[in-house]
């Protein structure tokens, strides 16, 4: 739970690193997703040039095998995709609500005038007093408002991304191909009996 009081909700929003950060990772989640959308249509294009080389079962067990990896780097893909839009939407997220919260300028003007009017011994100044007292309870609700969505916003985007999943093996079960048999072992044994 933040402080409710509204300078300090308000400095939340203007110290510190800020979202630099989150833009570049952002941009890194960005690059990776091109640079895997690059290595696809490499392994697509070495596919594509294999069957026009290469025929038979070997062959097709081999482009079966390919397949789960191929769609495991469907699946990266767009995730690589959603994460670095539910960065995007932190990062939007944050300038909303340094647009939206109290600037410190009307905060600080607020608590110096009260300062000032408390300097009265004779109370005539009560009624200004009570009046500042008021608009800063609706700075800090205001306040508390804008950091609760903001928090909303984060924790809705951080439950979107999804663990990453481990690639599958590309292997394929090679017993359904039989060797080649050879005439070697056929003229080897025809000849051991005819000697």
């Not at 300078?7 to 939340?12: A, D, F, G, S, V």
């Not at 990776?32 to 069957?51: C, D, G, H, I, Y």
């Amino acid at each position: 739970m933040p402080d409710p009081r509204a300078e300090t909700i308000t400095n939340y929003t203007r110290v510190g690193p800020g979202p630099a950060s989150m833009r570049r990772a952002a941009d890194e989640w960005g690059s990776l997703s091109e640079e895997l959308l690059a290595f696809k249509s490499s392994f697509n294009q070495m596919l594509v040039s294999l069957t026009e080389e290469w025929s038979g079962p070997v062959a097709m067990q081999m482009i079966e095998a390919t397949k789960p990896f191929l769609t495991w780097l469907d699946d990266l893909g767009q995730q690589l995709v959603e994460t670095q839009n539910q960065i995007e939407r932190i990062i939007r997220g944050y300038w909303r609500a340094h647009r939206d919260v109290v600037p410190p300028t009307a905060i600080r003007a607020n608590l110096t005038r009260r300062a000032q009017l408390l300097n009265n011994p004779l109370g005539v100044n009560t009624y200004g007093i009570t009046l500042l007292d008021q608009q800063y309870q609706q700075f800090c609700i205001h306040n508390g408002q804008v950091w609760n969505r903001y928090r909303a916003r984060l924790a809705d985007a951080s439950s979107r991304l999804a663990p990453w999943p481990s690639p599958p093996p590309i292997t394929n079960n090679t017993e359904s191909v039989k060797p080649v048999r050879t005439d070697t072992s056929v003229s080897g044994s025809s000849a051991s009996s005819s000697g």
